[in-house]
């Protein structure tokens, strides 16, 4: 599946971890697959069958597990471990690089953050990574990961906060959501400043791959941006 002169794709869970694809990025192919690894994989699998692409990369928002990460920071990825303990490799787009740890859940507290820290030494966690590496390992299609975090090591999500998660992921409802906010008003709050910074983290991971991806884009005319 793996052709020199293909795309370089990039998949994220959201739209709106989606670059603007224009400038440095004008060719790169672009799709959001849904939140979860298995969503993930699935997505890559089809892309990589019509698009074959040079290099596939799984961008998004991540949670830090290494103190030293604050919101807003970026990294790129040279190991990815999955939920059963398989280890993939992937390609650096710069540095420093370092091992991302996928979940099938959200980790909300710092306790359990640091838990999964201790147990893998990851520096970032995310829930879709593991499942793009996945099915560039089984197509032999480069891999690689950038992810922005959005909530440091020490760092709580609002209580409260899970009917919402699950909605994204289109496993919850809108009226779970609505109880929530009846149940805890100050939700409200919780969710704009979380827009706020998804907003920032958005355009510090726009910035990066801007700057890292024109060295692996095709020639300009290969296609349009998806």
């Known amino acids: 599946m793996f052709d020199p002169n293909g795309p370089v794709l990039l998949i994220s869970a959201l739209q709106r971890e989606l670059p603007p694809p224009d400038g440095p990025l004008r060719d790169v192919r672009m799709i959001a697959g849904g939140v979860g690894r298995r969503r993930a994989e699935a997505t890559t699998a089809d892309a990589i069958g019509w698009l074959k692409p040079r290099l596939v990369v799984s961008i998004g928002y991540c949670g830090g597990l290494d103190p030293a990460l604050k919101t807003g920071d970026v990294a790129t990825a040279d190991a990815i471990l999955a939920p059963d303990g398989t280890r993939y490799v992937a390609e650096p787009l710069g540095e420093p690089a370092v091992t991302l740890a996928t979940v099938d859940?959200?980790?909300?507290?710092?306790?359990?953050?640091?838990?999964?820290?201790?147990?893998?030494?990851?520096?970032?966690?995310?829930?879709?990574?593991?499942?793009?590496?996945?099915?560039?390992?089984?197509?032999?299609?480069?891999?690689?990961?950038?992810?922005?975090?959005?909530?440091?090591?020490?760092?709580?999500?609002p209580a409260g906060l899970e009917p919402f998660l699950r909605f994204a992921a289109g496993e919850g409802s809108i009226a779970r959501c609505a109880g929530a906010l009846l149940r805890r008003p100050t939700l409200v709050g919780d969710l704009l400043r979380l827009a706020a910074t998804s907003r920032r983290c958005s355009a510090n991971l726009a910035a990066y791959l801007t700057n890292a991806l024109p060295a692996h884009a095709p020639p300009s005319g290969d296609g349009e941006p998806g």
């Open 105 to 157: 859940r959200p980790l909300l507290t710092a306790t359990d953050k640091a838990a999964l820290r201790k147990r893998t030494g990851a520096a970032v966690v995310d829930m879709e990574a593991s499942g793009v590496a996945e099915a560039c390992a089984e197509a032999g299609v480069p891999f690689a990961a950038v992810k922005v975090v959005t909530d440091a090591a020490g760092d709580d999500l």
